[in-house]
């Protein structure tokens, strides 16, 4: 029987195993169970060929995030549907009781999902952000209020992971971003777990959205120690206390402890 449950909700595939893939393998291997939700099936992500068609490459990455679910060790992924760069225009009440069928299905004690940045001021993230926020609140009329973590970095995190892998001589294609695009202020950050005895398991789901890393060569090819030294701690930002005990974080810490 699961001990508790931590269920992830963000905007594409790839953004749960960027953003929160070691602390969501360190749950699993607690004996929480772990729930992906994800809003698109990034079928506007990058493409192989031009030949190959929206439709068919929402298809490729949705069969991506499933393997980075299992990879992770998550007991279900959901793949909301939604359309791909368009969520800020989505019928949100529609999205919102969908989403928190979602919540109550799972109960779960944890949520992960983006901050009001949306980590690097993506319309897809911020409104996903709010999605969850709306249903958040939906639930906790209900008497369900979970804790919620925002994942992201701290400013410059990127631009010195850029930095790193350059100094190297190696590519840092990052799907064509600034890098001093991401992030909130260090300040802020209210968490940094230590992930690095699940950076291997991290390194396998992100390696699972294998489509996405011709876009993304920094990490298709990142150095073992430079892997270890920037994604091995992932940052959260603490926005809602929750009402339920988040005893597998516990029996997690010594492995996901403060970095």
Same mark, same amino acid.
């Given at each position: 029987?699961?001990?508790?449950?931590?269920?992830?909700?963000?905007?594409?595939?790839? *953004?749960? @195993?960027?953003?929160? /893939?070691?602390?969501? %393998?360190?749950?699993?291997?607690?004996?929480?169970? !772990? =729930? &992906?939700?994800?809003?698109?099936?990034?079928?506007?992500?990058?493409?192989?060929?031009?030949?190959?068609?929206?439709?068919?490459?929402?298809?490729?990455?949705?069969?991506?995030?499933?393997?980075?679910?299992?990879?992770?060790?998550?007991?279900?992924?959901?793949?909301?549907?939604?359309?791909?760069?368009?969520?800020?225009?989505? *019928?949100? @009440?529609?999205?919102? /009781?969908?989403?928190? %069928?979602?919540?109550?299905?799972?109960?779960?004690? !944890? =949520? &992960?999902?983006?901050?009001?940045?949306?980590?690097?001021?993506?319309?897809?993230?911020?409104?996903?952000?709010?999605?969850?926020?709306?249903?958040?609140?939906?639930?906790?009329?209900?008497?369900?209020?979970?804790?919620?973590?925002?994942?992201?970095?701290?400013?410059?995190?990127?631009?010195?992971?850029?930095?790193?892998?350059?100094?190297?001589?190696?590519?840092?294609?990052?799907?064509?971003?600034?890098?001093?695009?991401?992030?909130?202020?260090?300040?802020?950050?209210?968490?940094?777990?230590?992930?690095?005895?699940?950076?291997?398991?991290?390194?396998?789901?992100?390696?699972?959205?294998?489509?996405?890393?011709?876009?993304?060569?920094?990490?298709?090819?990142?150095?073992?120690?430079?892997?270890?030294?920037?994604?091995?701690?992932?940052?959260?930002?603490?926005?809602?206390?929750?009402?339920?005990?988040?005893?597998?974080?516990?029996?997690?810490?010594?492995?996901?402890?403060?970095?």
């Amino acid at each position: 029987m699961s001990a508790g449950c931590v269920l992830a909700a963000f905007a594409h595939p790839d *953004d749960e @195993s960027l953003l929160a /893939a070691g602390t969501l %393998a360190g749950c699993a291997a607690a004996g929480a169970s !772990v =729930v &992906l939700v994800c809003a698109t099936r990034g079928e506007l992500g990058a493409r192989g060929s031009r030949e190959e068609s929206p439709e068919a490459h929402g298809a490729l990455r949705e069969r991506e995030l499933r393997a980075a679910g299992e990879a992770l060790g998550a007991v279900a992924v959901e793949c909301l549907g939604l359309p791909d760069g368009q969520l800020a225009w989505v *019928d949100r @009440s529609m999205v919102e /009781a969908r989403l928190a %069928a979602s919540l109550r299905r799972w109960s779960p004690q !944890v =949520v &992960l999902t983006f901050g009001p940045e949306g980590l690097y001021w993506h319309p897809d993230h911020i409104a996903v952000h709010e999605i969850v926020e709306a249903a958040l609140d939906i639930v906790a009329r209900e008497g369900l209020w979970p804790r919620l973590d925002y994942a992201t970095c701290p400013l410059g995190w990127m631009s010195e992971l850029v930095a790193a892998v350059g100094s190297r001589g190696l590519p840092t294609d990052f799907f064509g971003l600034s890098p001093e695009a991401f992030g909130v202020p260090e300040a802020s950050v209210t968490t940094v777990r230590d992930v690095r005895p699940f950076l291997a398991t991290k390194l396998r789901a992100l390696h699972s959205h294998r489509s996405q890393l011709r876009a993304c060569r920094l990490l298709e090819q990142i150095p073992e120690d430079i892997a270890e030294e920037f994604l091995g701690r992932e940052f959260f930002v603490a926005a809602r206390p929750g009402r339920s005990s988040c005893e597998f974080l516990e029996r997690a810490a010594p492995a996901l402890g403060a970095a």
